[in-house]
C-alpha cells in the first residue's frame, strides 16, 4: 500500500482516525512526497488551506523508513505537530518510530542560572518573586524542562531571560549542572530518533553554525521537510548576519554582578564596572535619537553625539573586559563572561566601523529605550545552496503560500533552489458558494493623509452588515492606531486593538465574544487560526508593500538595480503577493466558515500590477457593491452552511 492509498477512502487513516475525510489534493500531495523521498532531489508544494499537507508529508514519511526531519515556521506550530498530528500517523500506521522535539536554548529551563538567580538575582517586583516561587516549583518536577510547559508565568515575564539560557551565556561542556542538563537531554534525544521535529529558527541557526566549521545542531538525515517555508528566506538572513542589542550590554553587566558575587566577593571592582555598562548603552540609545526608529547605520554615523556615545560604550565595555579578563580564572560563571565581553566588544566594532561592503547592509534600530545593531546579508541564496549541496537527499519545501500566480521562480531565487520538482494545490474549500471579495470604490490613494479616515468610513457599513466579526489588518501601526481611535465609539460591538493585552488573550477573547473586531497588523496576517462564524470578515487596509524606507528594504533594491535587474518586479511585489495571501488566508479556515474579504487599496484595480494579486487570491467572486455585501450576510445568516461533502479538523 502507497502513501496515496493510506490516506485513501479505504485506507487505514479512514477507517481508524474520528472524523478523517479522504479528499484528492492530499493524495496528489503524498504520491510527490513519496517519490521525492524514493528517488532524492527537491519538492516545492504549495497547498492551498485545507488541503491536509501535514498528514500528506507525515504518512510518505514515516513510511519511507529514512531519518527525516521536519522543520515549522513557529514553536507553536512545533508543538501542534509533534504533540498532536505526529502521535496520529505513527501510531493508525502502528510503525515503530522514534521521535523527538528539538527547541532552541532560550525554551528550556537552566539549571545553573536558577541556581544563580535564586542566590544571588535581585528581582524586580513582588510579581516576580511569585513567578520564581511557580518556576522552582516546576522545576522539581518536570521531566522535558520545556517553558511552555509553565502555564502560570506570562511568556513575557522578565524572568524567563534570566532563567533559560543563550548561545552567549551557556557554559556548555564547562556547567557544573551538565548531567541534569534539559537541553542536553533533548538534543541526545535528537540524535537518536527516526523523525525530529524542529523549528526554523533552529535549523538556520544549526546552518549558521556549520558556515564556521567549529559544531553542528542537529544529525544528519536523508529527508528534510521544511513546512511554512514561505518564513525561511527572513529567518535565514537574521542568523547568516550579526546583532548587538542593548538587551545583551544590560544581561551581560547583571550576569557579571551575579558571578562576581558568587565566584570573586573580594573583587568589588567588578560591579562596579559591570554597574557602568547600563549608563554607557543607555547614552547611546538617546543619542541614537528619541523616536522609536529603523534606519541605515549611514544615517548617523557620522553625527558627533553618536561618535561620543560610542566612545564612552567602547571605554566602559573595554575597562569591564579588562577585569573580567583578570577575574576569569576564579570560576566558569566569570571566564563566560569574558568571553561574552570579548564577543560583544568585536561585534561592536564590526557593526560601527567605517568599512562596508555591497553584499550586506549595516543598520540600527530604536524601540523604547533599546536598541539594536545590525548587519544582514542581502542574498543568503549562496549560503543555504551550500547547505543542501553538502546534504544530498530529499528536501520538501511547503506552505499554503510559495507561488505567485502559478510560479515558484520567486521563492526559489531566494533560497538558491537549483532544481526542483513543484506542485501546486488549490484549496478544496467551496469559497465560489461561500466568499465574496469586496472592492470599494471611490477611496483616495492610498498615500493620502486621508486614506485611513476614508476606509473606516467605506469599512462601518460592512462591520454593520457583519455583525462585527471581523479582522481589520494593517501594514502599518501607524494606520492602526489611527483606525482604532477613529472606531472607539462608533461601533456596536467589542473592539480590540492589538497592544492592549497579549496576541494570544486578544484571539482567545476574540472567539469567545463572537461578535468582536479585532485590529491588528503583521503578527495577525499568519499564523492565526479562527474557526467558525467568529472571523467572517477580514479587511486589508493596504497591498502590504515592504516599507521602502527600512534599511534592508533599501539595501536590497539598490544591489538588485547595481545587478541590472527590476527590483519591483523581482522582489518587491513577489514578497507583497505572498503577504496578502497569508493576509487573506485567515478567512476560510474550515469547510463550513463563509466570509467577505474587503480590499480596501484601490491600486488592485488601477495599477498594472493589480492583476497579479487577484490572480494569485483563491477564486473568489469579485463586487464592488455594497448591497451584495449586505446580500452575503443576509443569506448567511438565514441559511446554515451543510457541506456535503465534510473535512474535518483532524484531517491535516
Known sequence: MNAADWLGPDGPLAGLVPGFAPRRSQQQMAEAVAAVLDEGGTLIVEAGTGTGKTYAYLVPALLSGMRVIIS???????????????????????LPVRVALLKGR???????????????????SREQVAELKHIRSWARRTRCGDIAEVTNVPEASGLWPRVTSTADNCLGQECPQLADCFLAKA??????????????????????MKETGFAELLPGA?????????????????????TLSSRQLSELARDTAVEQAREAADFIDLRELANRLDPAAATLREALGLADRRAPWRDIADQPVVRTA????????????????????????????????????????????????????????????????????????????????????????????????????????????PEYAALRLDSPFDFARNTVLYQPTGLPDPGSPQYTAALVEATLPVLAASRGRAFLLFTSYRALHEAAALLAGRLDYPLLVQGERSKAALLE???????????????????????????????????????????????RIESLRQQGQDPFKSYQ?????????????????????????????????????????LDSLPPMPRTRELDAVRAFFRREAETPNIPQAPLPRRSR
Open 72 to 94: 515549522t515556521g513557529t514553536r507553536h506550530l512545533q508543538d501542534q505537530l509533534f504533540q498532536r498530528d505526529l502521535p496520529v500517523v505513527r501510531q493508525t500506521l502502528e
Open 106 to 124: 532560550g525554551n528550556y529551563l537552566c539549571r545553573y542560572r536558577l541556581n544563580a538567580v535564586q542566590e544571588n538575582g535581585w528581582l524586580g
Open 187 to 208: 538534543r541526545r534525544e535528537a540524535l537518536a530518533a527516526d523523525v525530529l521535529v524542529i523549528n526554523h529558527h533552529l535549523f538556520c541557526a544549526d546552518m549558521a
Open 222 to 242: 536523508g529527508a528534510i521537510i521544511l513546512d511554512e517555508a514561505h518564513q525561511l528566506p527572513e529567518i535565514a538572513s537574521q542568523f547568516f548576519g550579526k
Open 310 to 417: 560610542l566612545e564612552g560604550l567602547n571605554a566602559a565595555l573595554d575597562r569591564l573586559r579588562s577585569a573580567l579578563k583578570e577575574a576569569a580564572q576564579r570560576g566558569k560563571g566569570l571566564e563566560n563572561c569574558h568571553r561574552r565581553a570579548e564577543d560583544l566588544a568585536q561585534r561592536l566594532t564590526a557593526l560601527t566601523g567605517v568599512e562596508s561592503s555591497p553584499d550586506n547592509v549595516r543598520w540600527f534600530e530604536t524601540r523604547g529605550r533599546a536598541f539594536s545593531l545590525s548587519l544582514t546579508p542581502l542574498d543568503i541564496a549562496p549560503a543555504f545552496r551550500g547547505r543542501m549541496a553538502s546534504q544530498p537527499g530529499a528536501w520538501i519545501f511547503t506552505s499554503a503560500t510559495l507561488a505567485v500566480g502559478q510560479r515558484f521562480d520567486h521563492f526559489a531565487a531566494r533560497l538558491g533552489v
Open 509 to 555: 477573547e476574540f472567539r469567545v465574544l463572537g461578535n468582536a473586531v479585532l485590529l491588528g497588523t503583521a503578527s495577525f496576517w499568519e499564523g492565526v487560526d479562527v474557526r467558525g462564524e467568529a472571523l467572517s470578515c477580514v479587511v486589508i487596509d493596504r497591498l502590504p508593500f515592504a516599507a521602502p524606507g527600512d534599511p534592508v528594504m533599501q539595501a
Open 573 to 613: 511585489l513577489p514578497q507583497a503577493v505572498i503577504a496578502l495571501k497569508q493576509g487573506a488566508g485567515r478567512l476560510i479556515r474550515d469547510v463550513s466558515d463563509r466570509g467577505v474579504l474587503m480590499l480596501g487599496d484601490p491600486r488592485v484595480s488601477s495599477k498594472f500590477y493589480g492583476r497579479v494579486f
